[in-house]
């Protein structure tokens, strides 16, 4: 009975060799560019999906809203005087319609530039932990000679695995999402607190931040199962799934009031100061 369940187990690992392999060589585009991966789409006709032209129709919209909030808020602040400081001076909407605007053009070249800097980086951690061979399924089934106590553990490490490749694949849905709706955020810039595009590029960063420290910890737990750490690079797998979250822990989130941030600050300053009695 072991036996046979020693072997469905290894035949399960054996199925998911194409997902695994082709999925954890190519991490940073599921979630940067995960567009490339849904580009064989077919819609009615019978073409390709095309996320460019899904982007240009967003861009139009986006450019007439904007000169309309752009008329709205001139119109209401310098002349009926109901929004905003009708004193400020007027070049300050001006400048950040033209922000706006810029951004709506360029994003897509420094988003380029971000997510090679990313890789980068991600590259020049990585490559501290050089291993040979990337098969991981094979890795896995070299693993499973203790019998049915490590065949167990080996698919408990393939799952925590497939769950944090669904996590990417969702994170990469999310930061597709965020881009293609880059050009309504950028009409906050209109505002005196730009609105939400601050928290855009928080969370471009954050996501940016969590794929390093969770690609970092997959490579180490592939390692560490290829020098027999069986049970470790399981802990260390579902530490990997759980980054998001413990990171989130720690990131303070940016506030339109100065009172609010100060308030933020100081918390976090005083959760890290020890507290004696006396």
Same mark, same amino acid.
């Given at each position: 009975?072991?036996?046979?369940?020693?072997?469905?187990?290894?035949?399960?690992?054996?199925?998911?060799?194409?997902?695994?392999?082709?999925?954890?060589?190519?991490?940073?585009?599921?979630?940067?560019? =995960?567009?490339?991966?849904?580009?064989?789409?077919?819609?009615?006709?019978?073409?390709?999906?095309?996320?460019?032209? =899904?982007? #240009?129709?967003?861009?139009?919209? !986006?450019?007439?809203?904007?000169?309309?909030?752009?008329?709205?808020?001139? +119109?209401?602040?310098?002349?009926?005087?109901?929004?905003?400081?009708? #004193?400020? $001076?007027?070049?300050?909407?001006?400048?950040?319609?033209?922000?706006?605007?810029?951004?709506?053009?360029?994003?897509?070249?420094?988003?380029?530039?971000?997510?090679?800097?990313?890789?980068?980086?991600?590259?020049?951690?990585?490559?501290?932990?050089?291993?040979?061979?990337?098969?991981?399924?094979?890795?896995?089934?070299?693993?499973?000679?203790?019998?049915?106590?490590? !065949?167990?553990?080996?698919?408990?490490?393939?799952?925590?695995?497939?769950?944090?490749?669904?996590?990417? +694949?969702?994170?990469?849905? #999310?930061?597709?999402?965020?881009?293609?709706?880059?050009?309504?955020?950028?009409?906050?810039?209109? $505002?005196?607190?730009?609105?939400?595009?601050?928290?855009?590029?928080?969370?471009?960063? /954050?996501? !940016?931040?969590?794929?390093?420290?969770?690609?970092?910890?997959?490579?180490?737990?592939?390692?560490?199962?290829? $020098?027999?750490?069986?049970?470790?690079?399981?802990?260390? !797998? +579902?530490?990997?799934?759980?980054?998001? /979250?413990?990171?989130?822990?720690? /990131?303070?989130?940016?506030?339109?009031? +100065?009172?609010?941030?100060?308030?933020?600050?100081?918390?976090?300053?005083?959760?890290?100061?020890?507290?004696?009695?006396?």
């Amino acid at each position: 009975m072991a036996d046979m369940l020693v072997e469905l187990i290894e035949k399960f690992i054996n199925g998911s060799e194409a997902t695994l392999n082709s999925l954890f060589n190519s991490m940073i585009n599921l979630v940067f560019f =995960i567009e490339r991966e849904l580009s064989g789409i077919k819609v009615a006709d019978g073409s390709n999906i095309n996320f460019n032209l =899904i982007y #240009e129709t967003i861009f139009n919209y !986006a450019i007439f809203i904007l000169v309309i909030v752009f008329i709205a808020k001139a +119109i209401k602040i310098y002349f009926l005087m109901k929004d905003g400081d009708a #004193e400020q $001076n007027p070049v300050q909407l001006v400048l950040g319609m033209f922000k706006a605007v810029i951004i709506m053009i360029c994003f897509k070249e420094i988003y380029y530039i971000f997510v090679g800097i990313v890789q980068e980086f991600l590259n020049s951690i990585i490559s501290t932990m050089q291993m040979q061979g990337t098969n991981l399924s094979k890795m896995l089934i070299d693993n499973m000679e203790g019998g049915i106590y490590t !065949a167990v553990a080996c698919l408990v490490l393939l799952i925590v695995w497939l769950i944090l490749i669904c996590q990417f +694949i969702m994170k990469g849905i #999310e930061i597709l999402i965020m881009r293609l709706g880059i050009p309504f955020a950028s009409i906050g810039l209109l $505002n005196s607190d730009e609105g939400v595009f601050p928290e855009y590029i928080r969370n471009f960063l /954050m996501t !940016a931040f969590t794929l390093v420290v969770q690609l970092t910890l997959l490579n180490l737990s592939i390692l560490t199962l290829i $020098n027999g750490y069986l049970i470790y690079g399981i802990a260390i !797998a +579902i530490i990997a799934t759980k980054t998001p /979250m413990i990171l989130g822990k720690f /990131m303070i989130r940016p506030s339109g009031s +100065i009172i609010n941030s100060m308030g933020n600050t100081a918390r976090s300053v005083r959760a890290l100061i020890p507290r004696f009695r006396r």
